[in-house]
């Protein structure tokens, strides 16, 4: 609740306005949402709108939320056992919960921590998406393919191997191939759940270059550890603890002037 | 007081450090005297015509058990095709659909089946086919050496599947799969050189089998003549050639026993050799 006056009273580009038309802005918008794992509840009345062909970022300690947030925009929450979600998860305006759950998670891609390549060649690995959802001729999905590793920057380094291995590729390259196998359904959001926790800073760096070079053609939200990570890459931060939104505002004014006490002790590093 | 509390402390470490090496080699030497032992006995008569003759009338000399390799081949071939499906999906159950009741259940009947005597599967399958029948068949062995494979082969089909990261399965649904297509599609690919391996290495465990098969194949002299016919098998052959009062059949019965074994042994390295391609997935 307080997020959203506190969203409202900061002038950010889109976050003042409130009129009818200025929401196609808003891709996806969450509304009180709690989750509850068996009888922990994880997330605690979030609400926060998602801004289109912008990079949001979401920072906090470990087991704040950040990621079962994340989850919940694609519905990867479902998997778990025993696990409950109230509120509303809004994509273009539409509750996610009444479309089909392969059509949110292929318009609501995800990347996860720890690059997860199929144990298939680098063409099969990108062709899995197009493949699943029935789409494409024989040379329509070769151009996917080309396409989508030219999006995570990777097809320079591995248009001579398509038929290798995906695990002959090093940690760096193998997250982009999951960025790039993301990317071959055309998803409309980009959820990334601390995507580069795993690489070294040269391989981050060339991800980050990609995040921002996503942008033009998708939402990206970002969960991430590193809050210079997110101070480079994000246009929007939201600052989570213990299950909370404490506070979501410009990446900017999170890191320069937080309105809260708790982001403030954070984002200097004074704990977490 | 202090060095005797050390002298008998050495001593304890000796005497068991003693004791269990002489155990291991007990158990290490079982296996190369019994290697050793049926190479030394089974190669000096086997030859061609072991391999391709039919056994000779007692009181000839000569002849062979190539009625008995090819019975044991379609025996073990009727296994796989009664074991393989049977076990391969139920695994596939145990391991994805299976809640925490149910999968305790089949954890314990697979255990249990497992635990049964071959020879209680032999009559099983003979109450189950032969009585019917009226006569022994290969059919109603195959399916005895069936039954045996199903426990393993459910057990290790979902081990396999269950060492299958989970990141894999999130990968897959994440990209809009549905369960079921991520299992055939991801899953089981990945956990593919892993179940083959359990079940070549199950196969190689019911190829020795004998009880089972004295109540369906039963035994023949010749060449069976068909699936619903008694069949001769190496282990039978085994069996009934080394209590024979004859000196040339013991030897034919070592030689068979050495055809059994380097085939188990053949088996056993390719599956090794399987799961050692089993790639990154285990990393």
Known sequence: ?272 | MKSFHNTRRKVVNVVMLSLTGVCTLIAAGTLVFILSYLFIHGVRSLNWEFLTKLPTPVGETGGGMANAIIGSAKLLFLAMVVGIPIGFLGGVYLAEFAGTTTSFVLRYTTDLLNGVPSIVIGIFAYTLIVLPQHHFSTFAGGVALGIMMIPIAVRSSAEFLRAVPGSLREGAMALGASKTKALLTVVIPAAKNGIMTGILLNLARVAGETAPLLFTSFSNRYWSPGWDQPTAALPVMIFTYAVAPYDDWHQQAWSAGFVLLALVLAVNITARLILSKRGPVAH
């Open chain 1, 1 to 272: 609740m307080r997020t959203n006056t506190a969203l409202r009273n900061l002038d950010m580009p889109m976050a003042g306005y409130d009129k009818p038309e200025s929401r196609a802005a808003c891709k996806i918008s969450a509304t009180n949402l709690n989750f509850y794992y068996g009888s922990f509840q994880a997330l605690h009345g979030i609400s926060i709108d998602v801004y289109a062909n912008r990079v949001t970022a979401f920072i906090g300690p470990s087991g704040c939320g950040k990621s079962t947030f994340l989850r919940t925009l694609n519905r990867m929450n479902e998997t778990v056992r025993s696990s409950r979600l109230e509120g509303k998860v809004r994509l273009d305006g539409e509750d996610i919960h009444e479309l089909e759950v392969s059509e949110v998670r292929r318009r609501v891609g995800m990347v996860f921590q720890k690059s997860n390549p199929f144990p298939k060649s680098i063409f099969e690995n990108v062709a899995y998406g197009p493949r699943v959802n029935g789409y494409g001729s024989k040379s329509a999905l070769r151009d996917t393919v080309e396409q989508s590793l030219r999006r995570a920057a990777l097809w320079e380094e591995v248009k001579g191997k398509l038929h290798d291995s995906a695990y002959s590729l090093s940690g760096g390259q193998q997250q982009r191939l999951c960025i790039a196998r993301a990317l071959a359904v055309d998803p409309e959001v980009l959820l990334l759940d601390e995507p580069c926790s795993a690489l070294d800073p040269i391989a981050t760096a060339k991800i980050e270059d990609l995040i921002f070079r996503l942008k033009d053609s998708c939402t990206i939200v970002i969960v991430t550890h590193n809050m210079q990570q997110a101070a480079r890459v994000a246009d929007y931060t939201g600052f989570f603890l213990l299950g909370r939104l404490i506070e979501f505002d410009s990446t900017t004014s999170i890191f320069k002037a937080p309105a809260r006490k708790e982001t403030e002790d954070y984002v200097t590093g004074r704990f977490g």
